[in-house]
T-cell receptor
């Protein structure tokens, strides 16, 4: 158990809908990262927050947004869903804002299926 | 940009040694990580290299050559439970961690 909690574990929805994925980082960790993993692609970095502030942005679509709350949990909002958004979404946490030698602790992921 | 290449899949025999290679081209370099991911599960940290050379940790070792943009993960005394995807990840400029697509390792009897 990494200490990172993601909910829900599975999510099935229809095209055009909007969903919210939730993540609670390990106790004491200030950074939260969101990654998307599709069958044919590796882990794609979406976005990172550190202590409530956006720290780094990756290949995140405009239809997607995220935020980190004062209690450090984070939410990833996916809207106007398309079939291609079906993927495993991972949240990871670390204690530092993003630096060398800082391994990430991953949650068990949310499997999103868009039908 | 970042480009990371690793073989898609490999097969090895229980008890043997296997080497999984990773080559990378990145803008900036702050370290290279290897993660293990079993199907449907979260990636878990295996190793970290920032200086050239070999880092050994039990049955797993990882090597880095920054001048060649090359790393490998060496797994010794393979066990069936080592069947998993092995992800090479590079921390480049801006402290952004970029993952390769992973190498699916199958360990057979």
């Amino acid at each position: 158990d990494s200490g990172v909690t993601q909910t829900p574990k599975h999510l099935i929805t229809a095209t055009g809908q909007r969903v919210t994925l939730r993540c609670s980082p390990r106790s004491g960790d200030l950074s939260v990262y969101w990654y998307q993993q599709s069958l044919d692609q590796g882990l794609q970095f979406l976005i990172q927050y550190y202590n409530g502030e956006e720290r780094a942005k990756g290949n995140i679509l405009e239809r997607f947004s995220a935020q980190q709350f004062p209690d450090l949990h984070s939410e990833l909002n996916l809207s106007s869903l398309e079939l291609g958004d079906s993927a495993l979404y991972f949240c990871a946490s670390s204690n530092l804002p993003g630096s060398t030698n800082e391994k990430l602790f991953f949650g068990s992921g949310t499997q999103l299926s868009v039908l | 940009g970042q480009n990371i290449d690793q073989p898609t899949e490999m097969t090895a025999t229980e008890g043997a040694i296997v080497q999984i290679n990773c080559t990378y081209q990145t803008s900036g370099f702050n370290g290279l990580f290897w993660y293990q991911q079993h199907a449907g599960e979260a990636p878990t940290f295996l190793s970290y290299n920032v200086l050239d050379g070999l880092e050994e940790k039990g049955r797993f070792s990882s090597f880095l050559s920054r001048s060649k943009g090359y790393s490998y993960l060496l797994l010794k005394e393979l066990q069936m439970k080592d069947s998993a995807s092995y992800l090479c990840a590079v921390e480049g400029g801006g402290n952004k961690l970029t993952f390769g697509t992973g190498t699916q390792l199958k360990v057979e009897l």
